[in-house]
C-alpha cells in the first residue's frame, strides 16, 4: 500500500528548473512532518528540506535560496521547487512523512542535471 509517491523528476540542464510533488494516500502531511532527502551515487542520503506540522522550514545550506519546499494540506501533496540547478543537485530525490506514529518514504524520483 503506497503512502507517500513522489513524481515530477527528469533531466534537466544547469540552470533549469523542477518541480517535485509527493502525494500522500490521505491527510498524512496534515500530521504529519514532512522532508526531501536526496542521493547521490556513492554517496549516503542527505537531507535537502524539511517542513515541520506547524509550518517551520529549514534547508541544507546547498539549497538555500534556490529551492523551496511547500505542502497543500487539502490535496496531501508536498513539493520541491528547484531553481538554478546544478550538476552537484543530480541524484533520487525522496519523499519523506514522520510523526510519532509512523514514518513513510517514497520510492525516489530521480533528478539529473547536465552541464
Known amino acids: 500500500q503506497v503512502q507517500v509517491e513522489e513524481s515530477g523528476g527528469g533531466r534537466v540542464q544547469a540552470g533549469g528548473s523542477l518541480r517535485l510533488s509527493c502525494q500522500g494516500s490521505?491527510?498524512?502531511?496534515?500530521?504529519?512532518?514532512g522532508a526531501w532527502y536526496r542521493q547521490a551515487p556513492g554517496n549516503q542520503r542527505e537531507l535537502v528540506a524539511e517542513?515541520?506540522?506547524?509550518?517551520?522550514?529549514t534547508y541544507a545550506d546547498s539549497v538555500k535560496g534556490r529551492f523551496t519546499i511547500s505542502r497543500d494540506v487539502a490535496e496531501d501533496t508536498m513539493f520541491l521547487q528547484m531553481n538554478r540547478l546544478k550538476p552537484e543537485d543530480t541524484g533520487v530525490y525522496y519523499c519523506?512523512?514522520?510523526?510519532?506514529?509512523?514514518?513513510?518514504w517514497g520510492q525516489g524520483t530521480r533528478v539529473t542535471v547536465s552541464s
Open positions: 490521505g491527510r498524512i502531511f496534515s500530521i504529519s512532518a
Open positions: 519523506n512523512a514522520k510523526n510519532a506514529r509512523y514514518e513513510y
Open positions: 517542513i515541520t506540522r506547524d509550518g517551520v522550514i
